[in-house]
T-cell receptor, first 117, second 112 residues
Framework: GAGVSQSPSNKVTEKGKDVELRCDPI?????LYWYRQSLGQGLEFLIY????????KSGLPSDRFSAERTGGSVSTLTIQRTQQEDSAVYLC???????????????FGPGTRLTVL | GENVEQHPSTLSVQEGDSAVIKCTYS??????FPWYKQELGKGPQLIID?????GEKKDQRIAVTLNKTAKHFSLHITETQPEDSAVYFC???????????FGRGTSLIVHP
């Protein structure tokens, strides 16, 4: 079946503009994660959604970052007033969460490469 | 919280050699340890995982070992091929978190 999809694949924006990044998880997966990956760096956790529970926003770097997940499926990550340091690849992952907490495999999308000029 | 250290950051080998990547973790409650492979321009993909009730797991040329006492786990790739070239990430999930902690990644280069 289809994997996790993200759009756009690339986004170039000017400093100060707002951007929206979209993630379509695997159908039926209840958990959804957003990560940020800067050039040559590891995966920085941003936010986690699980079903109808309140999201875990503990990784969001500032109040310019927000995310929502509508109907328990598609998620949108919004960055307001973008800064050059926001330039990175933003990865989305989903997980079925059918097993024990923290033990389910994450399936990653291809990412959105964001460049802030 | 959990802390995962991954070494080396870069590993260069000749085709046919073996490659070993090591990770240590801090939380003794961690019970799930996946390894992901990230090719250029793509998202990470799971290649193998191990749970805390076993010490070793193999899948063809790939194996993972876990030492719970020492709190470290390793990825072993035998008979490396150029297509194994990628960035490899380890991760650990502790018993109380839905959010795995990732290592910083190892760039593996296999020279033909």
């Amino acid at each position: 079946g289809a994997g996790v999809s993200q759009s756009p694949s690339n986004k170039v924006t000017e400093k100060g503009k707002d951007v929206e990044l979209r993630c379509d998880p695997i159908s039926g997966h209840t958990a959804l994660y957003w990560y940020r990956q800067s050039l040559g760096q590891g995966l920085e956790f941003l936010i986690y959604f699980q079903g109808n529970s309140a999201p875990d926003k503990s990784g969001l770097p500032s109040d310019r970052f927000s995310a929502e997940r509508t109907g328990g499926s598609v998620s949108t990550l919004t960055i307001q007033r973008t800064q050059q340091e926001d330039s990175a690849v933003y990865l989305c992952a989903s997980s079925p969460m059918a097993g024990q907490r923290g033990t389910d495999t994450q399936y990653f999308g291809p990412g959105t490469r964001l460049t802030v000029l | 919280g959990e802390n995962v250290e991954q070494h080396p950051s870069t590993l260069s080998v000749q085709e046919g050699d073996s490659a070993v990547i090591k990770c240590t973790y801090s939380d003794s409650a961690s019970n799930y340890f996946p390894w992901y492979k990230q090719e250029l321009g793509k998202g990470p993909q799971l290649i193998i995982d191990i749970r805390s009730n076993v010490g070793e797991k193999k899948d063809q040329r790939i194996a993972v070992t876990l030492n719970k006492t020492a709190k470290h786990f390793s990825l072993h790739i035998t008979e490396t091929q150029p297509e194994d070239s990628a960035v490899y990430f380890c991760a650990a999930s502790d018993g109380g978190s839905y959010i795995p902690t990732f290592g910083r990644g190892t760039s593996l280069i296999v020279h033909p």
